[in-house]
């Protein structure tokens, strides 16, 4: 064989090695008509996503940074926001109050959805239906005529606390004085909240395979002995994600004070909680650097223990 033709069989076989090695090009298009497919159908999400949630927190991280003032207008002051946050009593006396709120309130409010959830699952009660649809009323009622409803209810001029007052004859009954006003706000928030939370303790009850109950049916298992095997370890996810939402809506506490407020002056003030004293920073004292300045701490504190039961959870659940 000569140099010429040994050259042209080692480039076909070269040739085909190539081909063989690299896609065909109809596949390498399809390939990136994929890659770009995702990318679309995530768009819309994410173009929301940006403009919703990233860009509102980034300006607001940017505005507390500067502090406005009489001379000199607005100027960069690094982190000298956050400093006086943290040593404003204003602040952490609402702070303490939504914590407060917290450690007492949720607890009874969930101990009270997850009773509903096994009562109503128990199939021992006569119209059930009726029973989930009264429990979640409330909840279906829009949040400010509801709080409108208690006002009138709790008002110490009006309605049935100064009816009941002026039949005993004197105050007895005072839901916005300040020994009882958190008790006041933690009642609304139970109310609104439980039928929320029963329908999620229900619908993981729901999710129990049936062969589950027969077996302990067949070990002689009854009443108290299968919530405790079967149904309670069934309720961790729900738990876990209803303390969550619990917690968020613990520390962005604002719709009940800030409607509320006209009806108990001198009780709820204006830096009850801390979003009901950014608001009031803001929109009222102008003092929108300051303002974001509590929004972002919040917000840091919120998602930390927000992560911190969601991972305890998830690793008990795990186990």
Avoid: C
């Avoid at 607005?74 to 709120?101: H, I, K, S």
């Avoid at 979640?136 to 006002?151: D, K, N």
């Avoid at 609304?188 to 302990?216: C, H, R």
């Amino acid at each position: 064989m000569s140099a010429t033709a040994a050259g042209s069989a080692a480039g076909s076989v070269t040739n085909r090695a190539a081909k063989r090695a690299r896609p065909s090009e109809p596949n390498a298009i399809r390939k990136q008509k994929r890659s770009w497919g995702g990318w679309i159908f995530t768009a819309p999400f994410a173009i929301v996503f940006v403009l919703v949630f990233i860009t509102p927190l980034l300006y607001a991280a940017y505005l507390s940074l500067f502090q406005t003032r009489l001379i000199g207008g607005t100027v960069f002051v690094g982190l000298d926001n956050y400093v006086n946050l943290l040593q404003d009593p204003a602040f952490w006396e609402g702070f303490r109050r939504v914590l407060l709120l917290l450690l007492i309130q949720v607890p009874i409010m969930l101990g009270l959805s997850m009773i509903a959830a096994l009562a109503i699952d128990s199939a021992r009660l006569y119209m059930t239906g009726v029973f989930r649809i009264i429990i979640f009323l409330p909840y279906a009622i829009p949040g400010v005529v509801a709080i409108l409803m208690w006002g009138f209810l709790y008002s110490n001029n009006f309605g049935l606390a100064a009816s009941i007052n002026e039949w005993i004859g004197h105050n007895v009954v005072l839901p916005f004085s300040p020994q009882w006003i958190m008790v006041s706000l933690g009642n609304i928030v139970t109310w609104q909240f439980v039928g929320y939370n029963m329908l999620i303790f229900y619908s993981a009850l729901k999710t129990i395979p049936t062969d589950l109950y027969e077996a302990a049916e067949i070990d002689g298992a009854r009443g108290w002995q299968v919530t405790r095997a079967i149904k309670l370890p069934a309720l961790r996810g729900s738990i876990v994600i209803a303390t969550v939402f619990s917690i968020i809506g613990s520390f962005q506490h604002f719709t009940e004070p800030s409607i509320l407020q006209p009806l108990a002056q001198g009780t709820i003030t204006s830096s009850f909680t801390p979003n009901l004293y950014a608001y009031t920073l803001a929109f009222q004292g102008r003092q929108f650097n300051y303002s974001a300045t509590v929004a972002i701490v919040m917000g840091i504190i919120t998602a930390i223990i927000a992560y911190v039961v969601q991972l305890r959870g998830t690793r008990k659940e795990d186990r």
